[in-house]
């Protein structure tokens, strides 16, 4: 059932594994989707294999300003923004001791300065609207401290889940829903495929449901936040981690 028709959506990351996933589920739904990205070459290359209206939108998320141009762009081509999807995302497996003053900065730069020049940028038209859903990706390691990923990793996700926090606050009273999703090990160039062999059976004896999440499952849960029967759903972080966290 295609919920999403007449809907208008950015995704970020888009070129990654869980981005295009992502894209790829609201475009089932009928949305028409920009995918946002640093990498142009990569995105546009993706876009060719999609099936519905797309559009391929190269954008450094940490520049508010190219944000902010990208944006108008989108508004241009595919009209007011509604459904913002906050994936784009880094990782650090450092800890403390080893995380210098560049890294830090560069994991926070795109974890969490990324989501916020978007949804700064995006949500007061969804306000003037009275329609919107805010999907930012979160992760199990801001409430685990890292598992596997370090410091500044952990650090910018639990920052990310207080942003969902204070924003879902801030919108809800407009009919603008602002949600995070929490996921664990999804597979992915960017989590699962760089552990090494001992740490992927280590990590499956303690996640309950013995496997690794796929991209499709991930996205899924991004799906039914965006679509208008999770009207009620907002302030929540929603944890896709076949067990390993139950709380």
């Known amino acids: ?23 790829r589920a609201l475009l089932e739904d009928g949305a028409q989707v920009a995918l946002v990205d640093i990498d142009a070459l990569r995105l546009d290359g993706l876009t060719r294999f999609l099936r519905g209206t797309t559009l391929a939108v190269p954008c450094d998320v940490t520049d508010s300003r190219a944000v902010a141009a990208a944006l108008q762009n ?11 999807v906050n994936n784009a995302g880094v990782l ?12 830090w900065r560069r ?68 009919g603008v829903t602002v949600n995070g999703v929490s996921p664990a090990y999804v597979k992915t160039q960017m989590v699962t495929e760089q552990l090494t062999e001992a740490q992927r059976r280590q990590l499956l004896t303690t996640i309950p449901v013995g496997r690794f999440c796929e991209p499709e ?10 679509s208008p029967l ?9 944890d896709v981690n076949g067990g390993l966290q139950m709380d």
């Open 107 to 174: 994991v926070l730069a795109v974890n969490l300065d990324g989501a916020f020049f978007w949804a700064r940028a995006a949500l007061p038209a969804m306000k003037k609207r009275g329609w919107g859903r805010i999907i930012n990706v979160c992760s199990l390691e801001a409430k685990t401290g890292g598992l596997t990923a370090g410091a500044a990793y952990a650090a910018s996700k639990g920052a990310l889940a207080s942003l969902t926090f204070s924003l879902a606050r801030e919108a809800a009273e407009h």
């Open 1 to 23: 059932m295609m919920v999403l028709t007449g809907k208008t959506a950015v995704v970020t990351g888009a070129a990654g594994t869980m981005g295009n996933a992502v894209a």
């Open 74 to 84: 989108v508004e241009k081509l595919l009209g007011p923004v509604d459904i913002l």
């Open 217 to 226: 499952e991930f996205a899924h849960a991004v799906r039914f936040l965006a």
């Open 230 to 238: 999770a009207g009620f759903i907002t302030g929540e972080i929603l």
């Open 92 to 103: 650090s497996n450092e800890k403390s001791e080893a995380t210098d003053d560049a890294e």
